[in-house]
């Protein structure tokens, strides 16, 4: 491999030394390299963009051209070219943000923009809102806000990840093989005020993306530096209080630069058993600059959560006044977890277009959760509590090198990349249990070592407006199973590779429109017990293909719209009253995706997101072939005031519309729509006081909601029906900032 690089490289520069180039830096004002700049010849109308370091290198100018560069938060700059003997430095200065400032192009990263541009208009202040900023991602929580969220996204009932990979900072948040379910992704760690960028993708197209990466990825990263450190209390109703730290440690220095955050949140809810819920965060991040420019990286956090729970209630008892919407039948449920997380990432420059990118990364992580979904069913007598906990390591690398090189005819963008993850759980345990503390029989207690090793190669052809991205992944996994619960000792093993092609077209006709048709190949794993007792399918496939534009029919109006498809020859259900996961058979999806963004003036900024799905089960009869809990409608959109006169907020609602609960739709799951409020006066350069308000219109709605068997402990005769978590009531916090 070293050996062909060396070619290749050789190769390149005999024939990029007959073409004209100029290479540059962009930086800030405090010398810090910006990535992602748009830098495009004005004369010829060839682009390109900087990398990681703030570096880039325009083929085919002269002196006397002039070049352009934007990005979203900066003021556009204009240099014209008067030497190509040496590297230039631009400095980018800080600016109001315009949606004028997005250009596009076939490799621009459009998704990236759209969540700068939310973040940016419409900030938000907890973990299950950074996930909001997907567009068409829908959050359900449903365990007294300890719980990872249920998770909705094109026609897919994700639970809690089985079909979308999230990530932070290159941490895999996702956990393979979890007590609750597989993909299991609790985000509850991240601070969302240390969040600085969030990149998603939407299907399996992405070759450095691998397992779960099926209907979307999502990866949060975090500021490398603090504008300036900052305290800030918020206060609330069902005695609620959230308080956060952000303290800068090294200043305005050039090359290193390190934080620490903290939060802190206590609440009851609005049911009428307290949620005792607490959740504690820490996290620091160091960040230098080395000697040759390289970037280094440390990351350090913890997380532990406690809460109780009233669970899902059964619509009967509600409509017959027994029980309040949020009242329970059994408020023993709850839980607790934590998570440390530690990593290091280092950028290493090879040479002007060539880097490569490494982390490794290590997660403690402590779970354990008491459910009961069916109440009396199974025992009449004690109760159908049960116990999901573990107590894993996770560990892994990745590392990945890219390089881009210009030929007379075209430019190329190489990728490629290796890792490994490891997901090591002991004592993994579903068992069944009365009060908390009682364990009255174990039903599944052992040890699970899953490896997941990969490698991936990805390129970009660049053909000035036309762009081919051809690339391929290969997965190897390796199960490991030991059964507690066995008379005999013996580890249960099996492995299964996987290869993963991907192709990816796009066309900017100009400016204002790009078209694009994306394919691939991707998929999600199954539970180690599932594969090795079950002896199901180990690494089921999604097909799928994405054909869509990019529009910007006048500066301040962005349009992304898309057409899609998902074939996926395995569903997972989820099965409550055994608190398992369970393979099913092959599905379809079809699909419309729709994202307006419009910026009014300098102040207000309107958006508008609109998702349809349709999905069947492909093996079922006609009639019988509805996926339950399959999102068909959603749409989520507002208004956002930044800056104006000392003033910010915003009014944002989202609407999910009616799904099936069952195979054959005779049970509906209604759907919702709520509006959230936000208002923020800066009332100085330090301070900044503001009122948050969820639900303002008090709207009844069901947060989550399943078709379950249940029997109540006076009840003969068991009833199949609707059980749900009901939503956040009107809620209000006033909220106070101090910056310094």
Same mark, same amino acid.
């Given at each position: 491999m070293k050996l062909y690089y060396s070619i290749l490289t050789v190769f390149l520069f005999v024939?990029?030394?007959?073409?004209?180039?100029?290479?540059?830096?962009?930086t800030d004002i405090f010398g810090k390299p910006i990535n992602d700049v748009y830098v495009y010849n004005v004369n010829s109308d060839l682009h390109t963009h900087t990398n990681e370091f703030g570096n880039f290198n325009l083929s085919k100018v002269a002196i006397g051209e002039t070049l352009k560069l934007t990005k979203l938060g900066y003021k556009t700059a204009t240099i014209e070219i008067t030497s190509l003997d040496s590297k230039v430095t631009i400095i980018l200065e800080d600016a109001i943000f315009r949606l004028s400032e997005v250009i596009l192009s076939p490799t621009i990263n459009i998704n990236s923009n759209l969540t700068k541009i939310d973040l940016s208009t419409n900030p938000v202040n907890s973990s299950q809102e950074i996930l909001r900023k997907v567009p068409g991602l829908f959050i359900g929580q449903h365990a007294g806000g300890?719980?990872?969220?249920?998770?909705?996204?094109?026609?897919?009932?994700?639970?809690?990840?089985?079909?979308?990979?999230?990530?932070?900072?290159?941490?895999?948040?996702?956990?393979?093989?979890?007590?609750?379910?597989?993909?299991?992704?609790?985000?509850?760690?991240?601070?969302?005020?240390?969040?600085?960028?969030i990149d998603f993708g939407k299907g399996p197209y992405t070759a450095s993306?691998?397992?779960?990466?099926?209907?979307?990825?999502?990866?949060?990263?975090?500021?490398?530096?603090?504008?300036?450190?900052?305290?800030?209390?918020?206060?609330? =109703?069902?005695?609620?209080?959230?308080?956060?730290?952000?303290?800068?440690?090294?200043?305005?220095?050039?090359?290193?630069s390190a934080y620490i955050a903290t939060e802190y949140i206590v609440t009851d809810g609005p049911f009428e058993s307290p949620q005792n819920f607490n959740r504690f965060n820490l996290f620091g991040k160091y960040t230098t600059v080395l000697?040759?420019?390289?970037?280094?990286?440390?990351?350090?956090?913890?997380?532990?959560?406690?809460?109780?729970?009233?669970? =899902?209630?059964?619509?009967?008892?509600?409509?017959?006044?027994?029980?309040?919407?949020?009242?329970?039948?059994?408020?023993?449920?709850?839980?607790?977890?934590?998570?440390?997380?530690?990593?290091?990432?280092i950028d290493k420059i090879i040479d002007e277009d060539s880097f490569i990118k490494t982390n490794l990364f290590f997660s403690k992580y402590d779970f354990t959760l008491f459910s009961n979904f069916t109440f009396f069913l199974e025992d009449p007598i004690n109760g159908d509590q049960i116990k999901q906990k573990e107590d894993r390591m996770l560990y892994g690398f990745n590392s990945e090198y890219n390089t881009r090189k210009n030929f007379e005819t075209f430019n190329l963008k190489l990728q490629?990349?290796?890792?490994?993850?490891?997901?090591?759980?002991?004592?993994?345990?579903?068992?069944?249990?009365?009060?908390?503390?009682?364990?009255?029989?174990?039903?599944?207690?052992?040890?699970?070592?899953?490896?997941?090793?990969?490698?991936?190669?990805?390129?970009?052809?660049?053909?000035?407006?036309?762009?081919?991205?051809?690339?391929?992944r290969l997965e190897y996994f390796k199960f490991n199973y030991q059964d507690k619960l066995s008379t005999n000792y013996k580890t249960l093993s099996n492995d299964k590779a996987k290869i993963l092609p991907k192709l990816n077209f796009s066309y900017a006709q100009n400016e204002r429109i790009v078209y694009f048709?994306?394919?691939?190949?991707?998929?999600?794993?199954?539970?180690?017990?599932?594969?090795?007792?079950?002896?199901?399918?180990?690494?089921?496939?999604?097909?799928?293909?994405?054909?869509?534009?990019?529009?910007?029919?006048?500066?301040?109006?962005?349009?992304?719209?898309?057409?899609?498809?998902?074939?996926?020859?395995q569903e997972f259900v989820y099965v409550g009253d055994a608190g398992v996961v369970e393979p099913s058979g092959k599905s379809r999806r079809l699909g419309a995706d729709?994202?307006?963004?419009?910026?009014?003036?300098?102040?207000?900024?309107?958006?508008?997101?609109?998702?349809?799905?349709?999905?069947?089960?492909?093996?079922?009869?006609?009639?019988?072939?509805?996926?339950?809990?399959?999102?068909?409608?959603?749409?989520?959109?507002?208004?956002?005031?930044?800056?104006?006169?000392?003033?910010?907020?915003g009014i944002q609602y989202r609407y999910l519309g009616d799904r099936p609960a069952n195979e054959d739709n005779s049970v509906i799951a209604e759907g919702y729509f709520v509006t959230d409020m936000n208002l923020n006066y800066?009332?100085?350069?330090?301070?900044?006081?503001?009122?948050?308000? =969820?639900?303002?219109?008090?709207?009844?709605?069901?947060?989550?909601?399943?078709?379950?068997?249940?029997?109540?402990?006076?009840?003969?005769?068991?009833?199949?029906?609707?059980?749900?978590?009901?939503?956040?009531?009107?809620?209000?916090?006033?909220?106070?900032?101090?910056?310094?």
């Open positions: 024939i990029n030394s007959f073409s004209q180039d100029i290479s540059g830096k962009v300890g719980k990872a969220e249920q998770l909705f996204l094109r026609g897919y009932d994700i639970d809690h990840g089985t079909d979308i990979a999230i990530s932070s900072d290159g941490i895999p948040v996702n956990m393979a093989s979890h007590a609750h379910g597989q993909g299991y992704a609790d985000l509850h760690f991240i601070i969302p005020e240390t969040i600085d960028k993306k691998g397992n779960f990466a099926t209907a979307a990825y999502v990866n949060f990263s975090s500021k490398d530096k603090l504008e300036q450190s900052k305290v800030s209390l918020e206060v609330g =109703q069902f005695n609620t209080i959230r308080t956060v730290g952000l303290f800068d440690i090294l200043g305005n220095q050039t090359k290193s000697e040759n420019q390289s970037k280094l990286s440390f990351i350090g956090s913890h997380f532990s959560s406690k809460w109780d729970a009233s669970g =899902q209630i059964p619509m009967r008892l509600v409509n017959d006044g027994t029980i309040s919407r949020f009242g329970s039948v059994d408020d023993t449920e709850g839980g607790f977890t934590s998570r440390t997380n530690l990593s290091a990432a490629s990349g290796i890792g490994v993850k490891v997901n090591s759980n002991k004592n993994i345990e579903l068992s069944h249990t009365v009060n908390r503390n009682e364990v009255l029989n174990y039903i599944q207690l052992g040890d699970i070592e899953e490896s997941d090793f990969f490698g991936y190669i990805n390129t970009d052809f660049q053909f000035n407006k036309f762009t081919i991205n051809p690339a391929i048709l994306k394919t691939g190949i991707g998929f999600h794993s199954n539970d180690t017990r599932v594969v090795l007792q079950q002896d199901k399918e180990i690494l089921p496939s999604v097909y799928a293909a994405d054909l869509g534009m990019i529009l910007k029919p006048n500066p301040n109006l962005l349009i992304n719209t898309a057409i899609w498809s998902l074939f996926s020859d729709l994202g307006i963004r419009y910026q009014l003036n300098d102040f207000v900024f309107l958006d508008f997101d609109a998702n349809y799905a349709f999905a069947r089960s492909v093996d079922e009869p006609n009639g019988e072939d509805y996926v339950p809990l399959a999102p068909k409608l959603t749409s989520v959109g507002g208004i956002s005031i930044r800056n104006y006169k000392r003033f910010s907020g800066q009332v100085s350069r330090s301070i900044n006081i503001g009122l948050i308000i =969820q639900n303002l219109f008090d709207t009844k709605w069901n947060e989550t909601q399943f078709l379950t068997e249940s029997r109540l402990q006076n009840e003969a005769q068991s009833v199949e029906e609707i059980h749900f978590t009901p939503g956040t009531p009107f809620f209000t916090k006033i909220k106070a900032s101090y910056s310094f």
